[in-house]
């Protein structure tokens, strides 16, 4: 388990707002993710993903989730989609952090687009993105089967191999709303 109470005592002196709040949150090592969560007012963490982050890069994650605490992201959620509504709020977050100068983890939820949205508009516009986007993949054969092809893992085989009659049977799977794992020679 990471000790984050030096990184807490820096935003206290450096950052209040921030600081306070994420010293009221528990840290919770949390290897089933991929990196970190704030989940009911913990902040949650993969070891290997924060230990492989500078001093800057795990600050940053703490004050991700100091915010999603502060602007009380799960309780604005309502009836939206919960992983895209916590896109959205990433978007949000990461933006404002970012554009204040704190120093971002290699691999971050970030659009400079969304820089200056509140977390219920970028949900909006990702909704609009991705109905947009399903329409098109509806009027296109390739869109088509690269839809179907998200909802299907196919496993060390390439596409090329599939039969039509394999390909028909996944359609109808899918369909059906099942979920496929398929091992082919």
Known sequence: MIDFSPLKARLLLDYPFFGTIVSGMESIVNDNIESFATK?????YRESFMESLSEGEQIFALCNSALHEALS?????GNRSPWLWNMACDYAINALLIENGFTPPPTITYDKRFGNLSAEEIYHELSQEF????????DSDE???RSILL?????SAPMSALSVERLLLILLAVE???TLVLYLD
């Not at 009911?40 to 949650?44: D, L, M, S, V």
């Open 40 to 44: 009911g007012g913990k902040f949650e």
């Open 73 to 77: 992201h799960t309780q604005r959620r």
């Open 131 to 138: 109905l947009d986007q399903e329409q098109n993949d509806r």
């Open 143 to 145: 869109g088509r089967i």
């Open 151 to 155: 909802s299907v893992m196919i496993v």
């Open 176 to 178: 059906q709303g099942q």
